[in-house]
């Protein structure tokens, strides 16, 4: 399967899990698409506003992946906040709690995909 960019059109989301401000998402695999056989969930691009942020939330029956692409961000895990920026890699495993925020003058951009 091959989602083409030229196919993939952003989409403004406000208050991602709550969060404060929005971002424009652009999706490979739409939240509640699901592809027959497979266990992904979720697959796109997150580019988050200065100073927006996904809110902090529980994974209880899923798990996700997100890879910096660019700016800088805080990432919340478990209670424990760490600095992110372009290559990082964030792996949250099921029953675990996560946010992240923008925290650099440009956008924040990150690939996230979910995966049962």
Same mark, same amino acid.
């Given at each position: $399967? ?5 196919? $993939?059109? @952003? ?9 404060? %401000? ?7 695999? @739409? ?10 969930? $979720? ?10 942020? !996904? %809110? ?27 600095? !992110?920026?372009? %290559? &990082? $890699?964030?792996?949250?495993q099921r029953t675990h ?18 995966? &049962?």
């Amino acid at each position: $399967m091959i989602c083409r960019a030229q196919g $993939m059109k @952003p989409v403004r989301r406000e208050h991602l899990q709550a969060g404060a %401000g929005g971002s424009w998402n652009t999706y490979a695999l @739409p939240p509640g698409t699901e592809l027959e056989g497979s266990h992904f969930r $979720m697959i796109g691009t997150i580019r988050l506003d200065p100073g927006a942020e !996904v %809110g902090l939330h529980t994974h209880l029956t899923n798990e996700e992946l997100f890879v910096i692409l660019e700016g800088q961000g805080l990432y919340e895990e478990d209670g424990t906040v760490t600095e !992110v920026g372009p %290559g &990082d $890699m964030l792996i949250l495993q099921r029953t675990h709690q996560h946010a992240i925020r923008n925290v650099g003058k440009g956008p924040l951009s990150f690939l996230a995909v979910i995966v &049962d």
